[in-house]
Each structure stands twice: as structure tokens, then as C-alpha cells.
């Protein structure tokens, strides 16, 4: 029998950043990765002089103090002030911030709009943002934004960032793909995507006309909820989240950078690509994440759970319990709960909660919210099944059942929702949303025993 010169020999992974090309598995991992070979120092993050003759700069996405610190070290052509000049105040109509209240628009309620039409006019991640509600307030940095984008044209030589808030991107049709200093993300409906509070990034449309919804997070970022007694499996796996390798671009080309600060928009000009960060390490960092790898928990005996077992990613705030922003899927799962009212039970809550439909049927409104249509139903206001909804989970038979091809998500937060004028008066706001419940009957009649 032949055998190995050496039999401790070990084979070696042929993919040791990971097993998606172009990603490092891991949320919240302290993350390492160069374009170029030996542009990362080791063991020190600030050398006296950096290989290639680049500039080492910290990107903090908490106060140096912070417990545990966000931080990432970047390596870069050129330092990001070379990436600020003069600023210039712009508007963009359409996006809006906390704190937005019109006088004239009633927040109070329930509310069912259809998906925003494109438009016949060319729009681009900027220009095509419509903020739907604002919650909070962006200057105290708590709170949120809901907006719906819609994109067909790329950002060429046009580079944005927010110091506002981080983005959680969710799209709904369309391919799009952010440029961001830190790598290359490419996202899809059923992919999400976290682009953090001050990452400088383009976005380019790989398929249009797009169309998808935002969570603008004005406070502490998202992180994966605790799991208390579930314990360490199900939901969303630390692992399936993909940061972007590294990746940069050497091009002396007019640019213009936009930021939007406390709500306001401003542009810079500069003469070259600001995406120049060679090497990088750190925690701070954009991520993907593919929803269909969201594994459900639920009841497999009686009664229908919180919908809290559904979260995929929160947002705390100061009040231990109540997020300032939860991010909640529903997707496709079994249902096998044994005399029980399967779909959502009617409630009115502190959270306001705000739905978008990515694709299929949602099993308390099977009629009406469509996708890519979004609801809003706001904090102590009660909400719950349509007629036919409460008809068919009432009377069905309760073997086992698939909630199949479907999938709905929740942004859901302790503050009020306001809707802006957009979503209030253009919008394809469906009037004749309240009346779903008008044709629910009085069924007590005193006799005992009745169902």
C-alpha cells in the first residue's frame, strides 16, 4: 500500500476567507482583508509609513470608549479629507427626516398603499428615494425613517454617504449593486443589505428598473436579537451574514461626493474616486445577508407566538425590551398548531409597525396588500385578519400547513410613525383599506357554549 511521504499532513481550504467568493462570513466578526499583497500591516494599526505608500485612517462607528468599540482600520490612497471640499446645500424633495409632522396629514390610523409606480423619469439611488413615515428624531439620534426607492440609472462618478444613520436595504424588484469603500456588495430581492452611519458608497442598477424599501436607523446600530431560551440555533445564524472583501478604484475623474447631515443634504466636488481603500480590518463594516436562510421557530402544540420569534435584527434602545427599531420576517413556514387561530390575533400595541410585501400572499390580508404595497398601522391602534382571513382560520380544518411562497417583513418601532406628504397625498394610498373589517359580525348572542 502506498502511503503519504508525511501521514499528518493536512489539506488546506482552498477558499480560507470563506465559501461565497467576494464575502467573509461573520456578523460582528473582526474582519481582515487586502486587494493588493502586504498592504495590511500586521501587528500595529498606524506604521510610521504604510506599504504602497498609503495612508492609514480609522473609520469609528461608536465613541472611542464605547463597550465593545466599533472600529475599522482602512488603508487608502488618499485620506478622506481629500475626499471633502466645499460644501454646497442641495435638495432632494423627496427625502425626508424625523422630525417631519405636517399639520395637514392625520398619522392616525390604519393605512394600505399599492406599490409606488416608476416614474417615466430617470432616477437614481438619491433622487429616487421616497420616505413614507419618519418616526423619532434624527438630531437626537433615535428613531427611524421608512422609505421606498426606486432606481433606473446608476450613480456614475456620484458617491453619497450618511452621517445621519445606518441603512438596512430591502429590495423588492430589481438588481442593484453598492460600491462602497470597503468592498463590493450585490443584492437582490430576498437578499437584505446594512450599510453603516458614515460608509461612503455608489450604487449602480445591474437590473431595472429597481424597486425596494429602506429602514433608515437614526439610533444604536442593528444587531442580532438575543435569543433567550431558544437558545444558539434558528433565526438568523451569525455566520450567513457576508461582508465585502476589498476592493478599490485609482481613477482621476471630476466627482461629487454627497453626504446628508441632521437631515440636510450637501455636495462636495473632487477630482478622483473615493473609493480607494486598498486594505482594511476591522468590526464596522457592510453586510448581506439572504433572507432565505431566516430558519423560522414557531408553536407546534397550540396558541400563536409574539411575532417578536420572528425578528431578524434589532435595534435597541435605552428601555431594555423595547427596540427602537425590529426588523421581523414572515416567510414561507409550517403552521401545525392544534385548536388555534393561526394567523395574527387582532391586537393594538405600543409599537407601530410598518409592513412591505417582498413577494407572494400574506395570510392575515390575503386580498389587497400586494407586493411591493406597504401598511402602516401606527402605536394603539388596533389592526388584525380581514373577513375572509378570520372566516378561513376559523372554520379550516387544522392539519398541517405550509405558508408557501410568501414573504412579508415588519420595521416596527417604539415611536409614532408620521406619515409625509408624499404618503399621504401621492402615494397609491388605498382608500378603502379601513373598510377590510367592516363586514366582521357580531356573533355573541349570550348562548354558552357557542363558537
Keep these: 500500500m502506498n502511503r503519504p511521504s508525511n501521514p499528518h499532513m493536512l489539506t488546506q481550504a482552498a477558499t480560507p476567507v470563506g465559501t461565497h ?153 430589481g438588481r442593484l449593486r453598492f460600491a462602497t469603500e470597503l468592498g463590493i456588495i450585490d443584492l437582490e430581492p430576498k437578499d437584505i443589505a446594512i450599510i453603516p452611519r458614515g460608509l461612503l458608497y455608489r450604487v449602480e442598477v445591474l437590473e431595472g428598473p429597481a424597486r425596494g424599501f429602506v429602514c433608515e436607523n437614526y439610533g444604536q446600530k442593528f444587531e442580532l436579537p438575543g435569543r433567550g431560551p431558544i437558545g444558539a440555533n434558528c433565526m438568523a445564524n451569525p455566520r ?36 480607494d481603500v486598498v486594505a482594511w480590518h476591522g468590526n464596522y463594516a457592510p453586510y448581506k445577508y439572504d433572507l432565505r436562510n431566516y430558519c423560522p421557530v414557531g408553536a407546534i402544540l397550540f396558541d400563536h407566538p409574539d411575532p417578536s420569534i420572528f425578528t431578524v435584527l434589532t435595534a435597541p434602545s435605552g428601555q431594555p425590551g423595547t427596540a427602537n427599531i425590529d426588523f421581523v420576517l414572515f416567510r414561507e413556514r409550517w403552521m401545525v398548531m392544534e385548536d388555534t387561530f393561526r394567523p395574527p390575533w387582532y391586537h393594538k400595541n405600543i409599537m407601530s409597525e410598518l409592513m412591505g410585501n417582498i413577494y407572494g400572499q400574506y395570510d392575515a390580508k390575503p386580498q389587497g396588500f400586494v407586493p411591493g404595497g406597504t401598511s402602516l398601522h401606527n402605536m394603539m391602534i388596533p389592526h388584525g385578519p380581514d373577513r375572509e382571513a378570520f372566516d378561513k382560520a376559523s372554520y379550516s380544518n387544522l392539519g398541517p400547513d405550509k405558508l408557501d411562497k410568501t414573504m412579508s417583513f415588519m420595521f416596527e418601532t417604539r415611536f409614532p410613525q408620521h406619515l409625509t406628504p408624499f404618503a399621504a397625498k401621492e402615494a397609491p394610498l388605498q382608500d378603502d383599506y379601513i373598510d377590510c373589517w367592516t363586514s366582521l359580525e357580531k356573533k355573541f348572542d349570550g348562548t354558552p357554549g357557542k363558537k
Design 21 to 173: 467568493a467576494g464575502y467573509m462570513p461573520g456578523f460582528g466578526n473582526d474582519f481582515e482583508t487586502e486587494a493588493l499583497p502586504d498592504a495590511l500591516p500586521q501587528g500595529m494599526n498606524s506604521p510610521q509609513r504604510c506599504n504602497y505608500g498609503l495612508y492609514g485612517e480609522q473609520l469609528s462607528g461608536t465613541a472611542f470608549t464605547a463597550n465593545p468599540p466599533e472600529r475599522t482600520w482602512c488603508y487608502r490612497i488618499r485620506p478622506s479629507v481629500k475626499h471633502s471640499h466645499r460644501y454646497e446645500k442641495i435638495d432632494l424633495p423627496y427625502w425626508k427626516s424625523a422630525p417631519c409632522i405636517d399639520p395637514d396629514v392625520i398619522s392616525l390610523g390604519q393605512y394600505r398603499w399599492d406599490p409606488v409606480p416608476h416614474s417615466d423619469e430617470g432616477l437614481n439611488w438619491m433622487t429616487g428615494m421616497r420616505t413614507m413615515t419618519t418616526a423619532g428624531d434624527v438630531n437626537t439620534q433615535v428613531g427611524m425613517a421608512c422609505h421606498i426607492y426606486l432606481a433606473t440609472e446608476s450613480m456614475i462618478d456620484d458617491y453619497f454617504f450618511s452621517a445621519d444613520s445606518e441603512l438596512l436595504v430591502v429590495p423588492q424588484e
Design 240 to 275: 450567513d451574514f457576508k461582508a465585502p472583501v476589498a476592493a478599490f478604484e485609482d481613477r482621476e475623474v471630476p466627482s461629487t461626493v454627497t453626504i446628508k447631515w441632521c437631515g440636510q443634504f450637501h455636495t462636495t466636488k473632487i477630482g478622483h474616486s473615493p473609493l
